[in-house]
């Protein structure tokens, strides 16, 4: 019986290399689509496949329903969340008869909100779901709990104390708490810990964290952190006069392998223990400007790398792009003189005895950008403007020009310039990795309500980007997850299996193949919360475990530190082309 299965193994190897034969027999070398890639070397060893290709745009839909102020990828029904505010009390998409009745927002004069300003938008088919929310979102955070539902915090006015809960099923609308925080969260960060638990920092005049009850509960305290008062910036304008100018809302704050809290606010950084809350380490000055809102650079905790067996001290590093001198806010607001934004990015290795932000520059200053992972651990810089900072009509020269970031090449050698996109994505643009590995982009509103007749509209269109790796020519490389047959449940420290069906005869755990795990972000106004990507450990690859499918053994995360608990997308990442994600669950 073994001989025969022999002898059917061989008979289709053959079959497999007559038919690529008779294809290559084809080939046309005038032909672009068939032009054999270039491979380049990069610095950690690891060789991509390179073919000049700068990526697409395309546009997937004319009217998201409301302007995409914020986003958010949900596991479960694999859908894009977007919502704005409901300040304005106006959208593009009626609430429909089963969301009624409208909501009452001013009792005493029977006034009436009857539109939706939060949407499910169907990455596959582009269709909309209204859902009903009543406390205001302007500005406020988000982030997945372990089984991929969605806990909202802050806001603007009587939603700023609130904690919203929306759970990932086909019928399920928002359910709100109006007073669960203990103290107004406008323009704050939330981050997911380690147990699964949620932490909100800072907000205009809060100076302060809070860790967020259970639904139902309330919190009666904040904690004082003196590190977000002491970076707020006042402008003297002389007479005891003073312009707020801020700079360090939407802090940038990251779960670091270590169990701390990394926590930049406009150009400085601080490391906070959770557990004991002190601040045990504060790094050097990223000098240039200031990064956080208004100023409004962005920033990514940069891919972490994992083995079959970690060393005790894991190294992580962050990155910190863009933004605008420290007074910039000040001149585009009441001036309506709008300053060129920064054009440098920092690194900083946060584990580093000596840690010192290393600066480059990248190919043009932008403010108000998204920094998006890649399934790759590229990083895509996306959105925003050259000049001015947020706020309404307080930028100019939107950035059209994507640009490719790639940590590991040499320096000087990271930047690439990818294709232009046409829609400008200033004020409140937003961007999602979506599972097949292209960039959904939404959003854009510099206005306070919703205005289309003016230079820079309220922006309603939805585009998908696909970076270079999705060039049609390398197709080929394109592995493909079998979910039905792979691990999608798994413990920390776990090898866990995941098949893939492959063109190649026999894969090797060398460095041409990647898993990655990466967590989806909650996106708004630049900042990007709880978006990571971890590179795991292969500890096996049994090639044709089945024929042209092959079984990849990984080892997950040793612990929540590392990776919180909670839904990821997983991609298996050959020669730099990533499968499309496969969701999977830790915990």
């Known amino acids: 019986m073994a001989g025969i299965f022999r002898k059917v193994l061989l008979f289709l190897s053959l079959l497999f290399v007559t038919e690529s034969a008779a294809s290559f027999s084809n080939v046309s070398f005038n032909d672009p689509a068939t032009v054999k890639p ?14 000049g290709y700068k990526g697409k745009w395309e546009l997937v839909s004319q009217n998201s329903g409301v302007s995409a102020m914020h986003a958010i990828l949900l596991p479960n029904i694999n859908k894009v969340l977007m919502y704005d505010a409901n300040i304005w009390r106006i959208s593009k998409l009626p609430l429909p008869p089963q969301k009624m009745p409208c909501v009452l927002y001013d009792p005493e004069y029977r006034l009436q909100d009857c539109w939706a300003h939060s949407v499910l938008f169907d990455i596959e088919t582009s269709e909309l779901k209204a859902l009903k929310i009543e406390t205001d979102t302007w500005c406020s955070s988000g982030g997945l709990t372990v089984d991929g539902n969605l806990v909202s915090t802050g806001g603007y006015r009587a939603g700023a104390n609130s904690v919203r809960y929306l759970s990932t099923c086909e019928n399920c609308d928002w359910r709100e708490y109006p007073t669960a925080l203990a103290e107004p969260r406008w323009y704050a960060t939330q981050v997911t810990l380690p147990d699964g638990s949620f932490i909100v920092v800072g907000g205009r005049d809060a100076f302060s964290y809070e860790y967020i009850p259970l639904e139902g509960q309330i919190n009666k305290k904040a904690i004082f952190l003196p590190f977000l008062r002491d970076t707020s910036d006042n402008m003297n304008l002389g007479k005891q006069n003073f312009f707020r100018l801020e700079n360090n809302l939407y802090p ?8 701390n809290l990394f926590i ?3 150009n400085r950084s601080i490391l906070l223990n959770p557990t004991t809350n002190k601040v045990v380490r504060e790094f050097p000055v990223l000098p240039g400007g200031s990064r956080n809102y208004p100023a409004s650079g962005s920033s990514v905790i940069l891919p972490i790398k994992l083995y079959v067996d970690n060393p005790e001290i894991i190294p ?19 001036k309506k003189q709008f300053m060129p934004a920064l054009q440098d990015c920092g690194r900083l290795s946060l584990m580093s005895e000596n840690a010192v932000w290393k600066t480059e520059l990248m190919p043009s200053p932008r403010t108000m950008g998204d920094m998006r992972i890649l399934p790759t651990g590229d990083v895509l810089l996306i959105n925003g403007a050259k000049t001015g900072t947020s706020a309404w009509g307080d930028a ?11 940590p ?44 289309y007749d003016v230079k820079y509209p309220t922006e309603l269109r939805v585009e998908k980007f696909s970076p270079p790796y999705l060039d049609p020519t390398l197709a080929t490389l394109r592995h493909e997850i079998v979910v039905d047959t792979s691990d999608k449940v798994i413990n920390y420290g776990q090898r866990f299996s995941v098949k893939v069906r492959s063109k190649e005869l026999a894969l090797n755990k060398g460095d041409e193949l990647k898993v990655t795990m990466y967590a989806p972000c909650f996106t708004t106004h630049g900042i990007s919360m709880n978006e990571r990507l971890l590179i795991l450990g292969v500890a096996d690859v049994v090639n044709n475990a089945w024929p042209g499918i092959h079984n990849i053994m990984a080892v997950a995360p040793p612990s929540g530190k590392i990776a919180p608990p909670g839904y990821y997308l997983l991609f298996v990442v050959y020669k730099g082309v990533p499968s499309a994600g496969m969701w999977i669950q830790i915990k």
């Open 264 to 266: 930049f606010a406009n």
């Open 316 to 334: 992580v590093e962050v990155m910190v792009c863009g933004g605008a001198k420290w007074d910039a806010f000040y001149f585009a607001d009441t």
């Open 396 to 406: 100019e020269e939107p950035n059209l020009v994507p640009v490719l970031y790639k």
């Open 408 to 451: 590991n090449e040499l320096r000087g050698n990271r930047f690439q310039e990818l294709a232009a996109g046409t829609i400008p994505r200033m004020y409140h643009s937003s961007s999602v990795l979506l599972p097949d590995g292209k960039v959904l982009i939404a959003g854009s509103n510099t206005h306070d309500g919703y205005k």
């Open 252 to 259: 940038f704050v990251y779960l670091i392998p270590d169990g």
């Open 38 to 51: 270039k491979r380049g070397k990069l610095r950690d060893g690891n060789e991509d496949v390179q073919t």
